[in-house]
């Protein structure tokens, strides 16, 4: 798999009700990178707690942008942290 340059990437925003509630948690997910760059076929491959960072994950994952290339990039796996600094 050649390894494609993200151009434009985004931070999923920290969802209110998971900070108010003081929660950390991880979301690991796979996805393919179109021909001309966007991001399709994301899967939630594992997240912990279940069901409370997906949604801001996938909001993030839509605005992500690649640079173009010949053809899809498959399998390509990210894992985003949601932990308090400090």
């Keep these: ?11 999923p925003e920290y969802p209110r009700g998971a900070e108010r509630r ?6 690991s997910v796979r996805y393919n990178v179109t021909p001309e760059g966007t991001v399709s076929d994301v899967e939630i491959v594992e997240a912990t707690p279940a069901g409370v960072f997906d949604r801001a994950v996938l909001r993030a994952l ?3 942008q690649y640079a ?19």
């Design 62 to 64: 839509e605005q992500w």
């Design 22 to 27: 003081n929660l950390e948690g991880e979301v």
């Design 68 to 86: 173009p290339a010949e053809e899809t990039t498959e399998g390509v796996e990210q894992v985003f942290n949601f932990a308090f600094a400090g």
């Design 1 to 11: 798999m050649n390894e494609r340059e993200a151009v434009n990437v985004v931070a």
